[in-house]
T-cell receptor
Framework: EADIYQTPRYLVIGTGKKITLECSQT?????MYWYQQDPGMELHLIHY???????EKGDLSSESTVSRIRTEHFPLTLESARPSHTSQYLC?????????????FGPGTRLTVL | GNSVTQMEGPVTLSEEAFLTINCTYT??????LFWYVQYPGEGLQLLLK?????DKGSNKGFEATYRKETTSFHLEKGSVQVSDSAVYFC???????????FGTGTSLTVIP
C-alpha cells in the first residue's frame, strides 16, 4: 500500500489568504507531482519535481509555488487565494527511473475559497 | 506529442453487465499504459498497467491489452458490480517516465 499523505483534507478559506498544502511520502520516491482536478474530473499538472532542489512548472503553475528541500516533502503554496482556486488538489509520487513505474496518489485536499 | 483520448461519460450500467471504456493514445517512442480508478472523495489508485505492446494488464476482473497497431488500451470487465462505480482514467508515460498524460476520465455508475 502506498504511503503518501496530504493535509489538510478539507480547507475553507477567504480570498487573499496565503495557504500551504502539505504532501509527504515515506517511500523514498524521487519524483513528485501536484495536480489540480476540476469538477469535470480532468487533471491539470501544476508543478513537479525530480528530486531534492528540483522543481518544474506545469500547465497551471503561475499562481502557486513549490519547494523540495527534503525527498519526502513537497508542499504547494498559494500566495493569495482566489475563488478560482476552489478545486481538488492531488499530490503524487513515482519510484525510480524508467517509463514503467506508476504514480502513487495521495487522498487529495479539497480547497474552497470564499 | 503525447496525448490520451478516452470515451466520454457518464456511463450507467446494470449490475452484471459488460463494460468497455475506450482509450486511444498518441505517443512518441514506447510508452507504458495505465488505468487508474478514483472512488468518491479519494485520490487515484492504479487499477492495471501494461509496459509493452501486446501485454495484457488485469486486476479485480478488469482487463486491458496494449495494442500498438491500433494505439489503444480499452478497459473491459465481464460483469460489473455496484462497487465498481467510480471514475476511470486512462494514462501513459513519456519515454523517460518523467511525465504522465491522463485522459479526461469516464464516470461509471452501476445500478442494482
Amino acid at each position: 500500500e502506498a504511503d503518501i499523505y496530504q493535509t489538510p483534507r478539507y480547507l475553507v478559506i477567504g480570498t487573499g489568504k496565503k495557504i500551504t498544502l502539505e504532501c509527504s511520502q515515506t517511500m523514498g520516491h524521487d519524483k513528485m507531482y501536484w495536480y489540480q482536478q476540476d469538477p469535470g474530473m480532468e487533471l491539470h499538472l501544476i508543478h513537479y519535481s525530480y528530486g531534492v532542489n528540483s522543481t518544474e512548472k506545469g500547465d497551471l503553475s503561475s499562481e502557486s509555488t513549490v519547494s523540495r528541500i527534503r525527498t519526502e516533502h513537497f508542499p504547494l503554496t498559494l500566495e493569495s487565494a482566489r475563488p478560482s482556486h476552489t478545486s481538488q488538489y492531488l499530490c503524487a509520487s513515482v519510484r525510480g527511473r524508467g517509463s514503467y513505474n506508476e504514480q502513487f496518489f495521495g487522498p487529495g485536499t479539497r480547497l474552497t475559497v470564499l | 506529442g503525447n496525448s490520451v483520448t478516452q470515451m466520454e461519460g457518464p456511463v450507467t450500467l446494470s449490475e452484471e453487465a459488460f463494460l468497455t471504456i475506450n482509450c486511444t493514445y498518441t505517443a512518441t517512442g514506447y510508452p507504458s499504459l495505465f488505468w487508474y480508478v478514483q472512488y468518491p472523495g479519494e485520490g487515484l489508485q492504479l487499477l492495471l498497467k501494461a509496459t509493452k505492446a501486446d501485454d495484457k494488464g488485469s486486476n479485480k476482473g478488469f482487463e486491458a491489452t496494449y495494442r500498438k497497431e491500433t494505439t489503444s488500451f480499452h478497459l473491459e470487465k465481464g460483469s460489473v458490480q455496484v462497487s465498481d462505480s467510480a471514475v476511470y482514467f486512462c494514462a501513459l508515460t513519456s519515454n523517460t517516465g518523467n511525465q504522465f498524460y491522463f485522459g479526461t476520465g469516464t464516470s461509471l455508475t452501476v445500478i442494482p
